[in-house]
Protein backbone atom coordinates (compact mmCIF):
# COMPACT_ATOMS: atom_id res chain seq x y z
CA UNK A 1 0.00 0.00 0.00
CA UNK A 2 1.20 3.51 -0.78
CA UNK A 3 1.84 5.97 1.49
CA UNK A 4 -0.48 8.84 2.46
CA UNK A 5 2.57 11.61 0.60
CA UNK A 6 2.73 9.68 -2.13
CA UNK A 7 -0.80 10.04 -2.44
CA UNK A 8 -0.63 13.55 -2.12
CA UNK A 9 1.60 13.27 -5.41
CA UNK A 10 -0.18 11.35 -7.52
CA UNK A 11 -3.66 13.24 -6.74
CA UNK A 12 -1.51 16.44 -7.88
CA UNK A 13 -0.62 14.81 -10.98
CA UNK A 14 -3.79 13.45 -11.81
CA UNK A 15 -5.09 17.10 -10.91
CA UNK A 16 -2.69 18.36 -13.38
CA UNK A 17 -3.66 15.84 -16.28
CA UNK A 18 -7.25 16.86 -15.10
CA UNK A 19 -6.66 20.76 -16.07
CA UNK A 20 -4.38 19.86 -18.95
CA UNK A 21 -7.13 17.67 -20.42
CA UNK A 22 -9.82 20.34 -20.02
CA UNK A 23 -7.59 22.88 -21.66
CA UNK A 24 -7.41 20.35 -24.88
CA UNK A 25 -10.73 20.62 -25.22
CA UNK A 26 -10.89 24.81 -24.60
CA UNK A 27 -8.27 24.22 -27.70
CA UNK A 28 -10.03 22.15 -29.26
CA UNK A 29 -13.76 23.82 -29.75
CA UNK A 30 -11.55 27.40 -30.29
CA UNK A 31 -12.92 28.90 -33.35
CA UNK A 32 -9.88 30.33 -35.75
CA UNK A 33 -9.30 33.86 -35.28
CA UNK A 34 -7.50 36.94 -36.95
CA UNK A 35 -4.86 39.03 -35.53
CA UNK A 36 -5.72 41.39 -32.77
CA UNK A 37 -5.47 45.19 -34.27
CA UNK A 38 -4.15 47.62 -31.65
CA UNK A 39 -2.97 49.81 -34.24
CA UNK A 40 -5.34 52.48 -32.50
CA UNK A 41 -2.94 55.65 -32.44
CA UNK A 42 -2.07 57.99 -35.43
CA UNK A 43 1.11 59.56 -36.08
CA UNK A 44 1.64 63.29 -37.36
CA UNK A 45 1.34 62.19 -40.98
CA UNK A 46 -2.27 60.59 -39.92
CA UNK A 47 -0.92 56.67 -40.32
CA UNK A 48 -2.32 54.49 -37.69
CA UNK A 49 0.79 53.44 -35.15
CA UNK A 50 1.18 49.85 -33.30
CA UNK A 51 1.20 46.48 -33.61
CA UNK A 52 -0.97 43.10 -35.09
CA UNK A 53 -0.81 40.82 -32.82
CA UNK A 54 -1.55 37.29 -33.72
CA UNK A 55 -4.35 35.33 -31.81
CA UNK A 56 -2.53 32.56 -30.75
CA UNK A 57 0.07 33.68 -29.03
CA UNK A 58 -1.58 36.86 -27.27
CA UNK A 59 -2.67 37.50 -24.00
CA UNK A 60 -6.85 37.65 -24.61
CA UNK A 61 -6.10 34.04 -26.36
CA UNK A 62 -4.51 32.62 -22.66
CA UNK A 63 -7.78 34.89 -20.88
CA UNK A 64 -10.68 33.02 -22.85
CA UNK A 65 -8.79 29.39 -22.23
CA UNK A 66 -8.46 30.35 -18.84
CA UNK A 67 -12.25 32.02 -18.19
CA UNK A 68 -14.36 29.17 -17.03
CA UNK A 69 -11.61 26.63 -16.50
CA UNK A 70 -12.53 26.57 -12.49
CA UNK A 71 -16.11 26.41 -12.84
CA UNK A 72 -15.51 23.17 -15.09
CA UNK A 73 -13.19 21.71 -12.49
CA UNK A 74 -16.15 21.80 -10.45
CA UNK A 75 -17.41 18.70 -12.28
CA UNK A 76 -14.42 16.48 -11.00
CA UNK A 77 -14.14 14.47 -7.82
CA UNK A 78 -11.36 12.90 -6.28
CA UNK A 79 -12.04 8.98 -6.89
CA UNK A 80 -10.54 6.60 -4.21
CA UNK A 81 -9.11 3.04 -5.22
CA UNK A 82 -7.28 0.88 -2.92
CA UNK A 83 -3.52 1.46 -4.43
CA UNK A 84 -4.09 4.87 -6.51
CA UNK A 85 -6.36 8.40 -6.23
CA UNK A 86 -7.79 9.91 -9.70
CA UNK A 87 -9.47 12.90 -10.68
CA UNK A 88 -13.04 11.98 -12.58
CA UNK A 89 -15.14 13.94 -14.37
CA UNK A 90 -18.65 13.94 -13.15
CA UNK A 91 -21.13 13.41 -15.99
CA UNK A 92 -24.28 12.95 -13.23
CA UNK A 93 -24.05 14.23 -9.82
CA UNK A 94 -27.27 12.47 -9.22
CA UNK A 95 -26.08 8.98 -9.72
CA UNK A 96 -22.99 9.52 -8.32
CA UNK A 97 -21.91 6.27 -6.11
CA UNK A 98 -19.48 6.66 -3.39
Given at each position: ?????????????????????????????????????????????????????????????????????CD???????????????????????????
Open positions: MLSPLSHAVDDKCAACKAVAGELEIGLSREKPRNHLDMRHRLDSKGQRQGKLIDYRISELRVVDLLDGLKMQDYTLRIFPDSHEWYKVGNWDNLVT
